[in-house]
């Protein structure tokens, strides 16, 4: 299963309470105050990992929650700090957050609308999370009136960013652990020389977060189903993606990684087949583009021997166009129209029509399939990888 979005709830732990406690001992009479300090709570921690490539532990384990702070003992004794949790993600990591920031240690009196246009005064530090469906109310968004096909995508497109793991070992805390309550020992004076009280331990920040996976890729490829995007992610890399005659062979997206004679490296994404109505949700939808909004290159790949009755001037403006309803952003990305299957007989013909029909674009023929034109394919996205 690849998962590369997925909502989970994040707390980190709550500070131990400072303890009360008198020091006993044969023949020290009022031997004075002894509690000790709580600990403070464990942090909820992220690390972007290069070993992972997508986001199934929080699949499985969407709630994130650090230990408590161990409470203060007699005798002077701190208590423990709470263990960190230590999570995880892919490198390419978005963490975006749903709702507003808690903060249950500040004790204001605030009043806040419910759902259902009542309102109520509740008090912060009690206040509850707000949950799904007062969410949207809460960030204004009329789920009435305005069409959503993805919640989810809505309340990220108003929700903030918290952090982008992009390095291997990059680290976050995500949520930090309370501080631990002072035990009584601390609160003792010339004049109350037995204070009977300590303090409670801090609450942790806690949130609801969408993780969202956005590979880290230099180049992206882009094309309609059984191109040969696959295949040609084959030839130019190590990597082994699955191949074969049928559309959308490609369920998840894949990075391979380009090596050159001098060491140079660079990296491509090979994504399901985009086909146009795709932001209508026809075939895969185009929900996975995400893994190329990062990418600095596009290659558009086109069939260009037409198979499946297709007509690569009509693919090439559909695949921009859908690329436009995604993110309008991506067209600005500069971009290499490839023309593959150029082997195939029909392939010569349509590629006179289409350079009479798309004028102005430079396309290049290649071969995925019989290593043709893959030379110089390599040559020139490394080329636009490297121009400034
Ligand atoms: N003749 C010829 N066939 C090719 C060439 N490149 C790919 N093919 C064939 O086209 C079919 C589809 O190739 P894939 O690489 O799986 O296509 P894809 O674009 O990854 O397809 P999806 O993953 O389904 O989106 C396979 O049967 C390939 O053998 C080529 O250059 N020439
Ligand atoms: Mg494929």
């Given amino acids: 299963m690849f998962i590369d979005e997925i909502k989970v709830l994040a707390r980190a732990g709550h500070g131990g309470k400072g303890c009360v406690a008198f020091h006993r001992e044969a023949y020290v009479t009022k031997g004075g105050p002894s509690g000790g300090n709580g600990g403070r709570g464990g942090d909820v921690i992220l690390i972007a990992d290069h070993d992972l490539n997508n986001l199934i532990n929080q699949f499985y384990v969407p709630r994130l929650i650090a230990d408590d702070g161990h409470p203060g003992m007699g005798k002077g004794m701190d208590g423990p700090a709470g263990k960190d949790l230590i999570i995880r993600v892919p490198c390419g990591t978005l963490v975006w957050r749903i709702g507003q920031a808690i903060d249950r240690n ?102 609801e977060f969408l993780f969202e996976l956005r590979m880290v890729a230099e180049v992206g490829l882009v094309g309609y189903p059984n191109a040969g995007k696959s295949t040609l992610l084959a030839a130019i890399s190590h990597a082994r993606p699955k191949i074969a005659a049928y559309p959308f062979t490609t369920l998840t997206p894949q990075v391979g990684i380009l090596e050159y004679p001098d060491f140079f490296r660079l990296t491509v994404c090979d994504v399901p087949g985009l086909i146009a109505g795709a932001h209508n949700n026809v075939g895969l939808g185009h929900a996975f583009l995400r893994h190329i909004a990062r990418c600095k290159y596009l290659v ?87 121009a400034p």
Avoid: H
């Avoid at 990059?170 to 010339?190: E, H």
């Avoid at 009479?356 to 396309?363: A, F, G, L, Q, S």
């Fill in 106 to 207: 500040a004790e204001v009196e605030e009043t806040e609308e419910t759902g259902d246009g009542k309102k109520i005064t509740v008090s912060s530090a009690k206040r509850p999370v707000i949950r799904t469906a007062n969410r949207a109310k809460a960030l204004e968004i009329n789920l009435e009136t305005e069409p959503v096909e993805d919640p989810v995508a809505r309340i990220r497109e108003k929700g903030e960013l918290v952090c982008d793991l992009t390095e291997n070992g990059q680290q976050f805390i995500l949520c930090k652990g309370g501080r631990g309550g002072l035990g009584n020992r601390n609160f003792a004076t010339s004049v109350r020389q037995a204070p009977r009280f300590a303090q409670p331990g801090e609450y942790g920040t806690e949130g």
């Fill in 300 to 386: 558009i790949l086109l069939d260009m021997a037409g198979t499946d009755n297709r007509a690569p001037w009509d693919d090439y403006r559909s695949l921009l166009q859908e690329l436009e309803l995604y993110d309008p952003a991506l067209l600005e990305k500069p971009r290499l129209v490839v023309a593959n299957k150029i082997d195939e007989p029909a392939a010569e013909a349509n590629l006179k029509q289409f350079k009479r029909k798309v004028r102005k674009v430079p396309v290049l023929p290649i071969s995925a399939a019989f290593g043709e034109g893959i030379a110089e394919f390599r040559r020139q996205i490394r080329e636009a990888v490297e």
